[in-house]
């Protein structure tokens, strides 16, 4: 039987890891909106807002089942240096990974910004937040697509796993969208659509996990690290951590959330240098492009706003072939040759 569990914007037990009391009840965290510093925030008062969820919380309720298994994968985080990189552990961690991005607020908000009343029409489990139901149809909310999410786990394949380790003393920090969706390769190249699909050609998906670690899921064709057998990185350089803080801010909907070695001022800085980059909307265009494995149905990827950063990282590269490969339409390719590319169109 599933169990359904409160609504929030991030798993407490996610949250957890950055809590900044022995009890690991509480969290700092800044409010973009009211422009407040909380040092000591309750974390199960992070709740979203009643009306992103479906009334009757069919979707939550899996979502509830769900979360019983993940917290595993985030408890004892500095145990965990080495990610989970092969069978269950890896799956589940995907998974969560998935659920995070297609029940993000922002995430929500963005696709229904994209979709326009088209999509809304052919696709109703992504009806607006609040929006009265059409007559005779069921209740909807950006929730149900927590439903979609085992359609679009095979997009979840051919991802590998490092884990970044932060020796600098500056701490990553997270967000109420934290999970940061980035494709350095077409950022570097100028081509965009459908570049942050989860299917697709050099998508990065980084994920912080504790102050001091921070796990990347990314496209091993596209991509090579600097240590190629090890399967984390040590992080000396405050400034790539920076880079990352900053690619966290500019993903995140209004929270941000931290332990006490992050000040007010650091805050204050991104939000005085990177808030107007945030605040400017990017376009989002959903895609429908591929059948995976196999499959001739072909199915809507899900896009997601990615950040306009020129990251730049010295121990993560597109690989040299990759790099000067030409590109031959204006869609971003499929991940895999296994999966049989279909005529993309964008609404």
């Known amino acids: 039987m599933a169990v359904k569990e409160r609504p929030q914007l991030v798993p407490s037990f996610y949250l957890r890891n950055f809590a900044v009391d022995e009890e690991k009840a509480h969290v700092a965290l800044y409010n973009q909106e009211t422009r407040k510093f909380l040092h000591q925030a309750a974390i199960l008062d992070q709740d979203a807002d009643p009306g992103l969820y479906a009334l009757d919380g069919t979707a939550e309720a899996a979502y509830g089942q769900f979360v019983h298994s993940a917290p595993r994968l985030f408890a004892a985080p500095t145990t965990k240096i080495i990610p989970p990189n092969y069978g269950e552990d890896l799956n589940l961690f995907k998974k969560y990974v998935l659920f995070q991005l297609l029940r993000s607020h922002k995430s929500a908000m963005q696709w229904m910004d994209a979709a326009g009343e088209r999509i809304l029409t052919q696709w109703p489990a992504f009806r607006k937040p609040g929006r009265a139901p059409a007559p005779g149809t069921d209740e909807y909310s950006a929730s149900a697509s927590l439903l979609h999410a085992l359609r679009y786990l095979p997009q979840m394949n051919y991802l590998a796993i490092k884990s970044f380790v932060n020796l600098t003393p500056l701490s990553f920090f997270t967000s109420d969208n934290p999970v ?78 931290f332990d ?88």
Request: charged fraction near 15%.
């Open 260 to 347: 006490e070695s992050i000040q007010k001022g650091y805050i204050h800085s991104l939000v005085q240098a990177y808030g107007a980059q945030k605040n400017s909307k990017n376009p989002v265009f959903p895609v429908e492009a591929y059948g995976v494995n196999g499959n001739s149905d072909s199915f809507l990827l899900h896009p997601f706003s990615a950040p306009h950063f020129p990251l730049d990282l010295p121990f993560l590269k597109t690989k040299e072939g990759v790099r000067t490969a030409a590109i031959n339409s204006d869609f971003t390719a499929h991940r895999h040759p296994s999966w049989s590319a279909m005529a993309g169109r964008a609404y």
């Open 180 to 257: 940061v969706v980035c494709n350095q390769w077409t950022t570097q190249r100028g081509q965009g659509m459908g570049a942050t699909a989860i299917g697709a050609m050099g998508l990065q998906l980084f994920i912080p996990i504790h102050p001091r670690l921070m796990y990347c899921l990314y496209d091993p064709g596209t991509y090579e690290f600097r240590e190629k057998e090890y399967p984390f990185v040590k992080i000396e350089s405050q400034e790539s951590v920076e880079q990352l803080n900053i690619l966290h801010y500019l993903s995140s909907r209004t929270h941000l959330y």
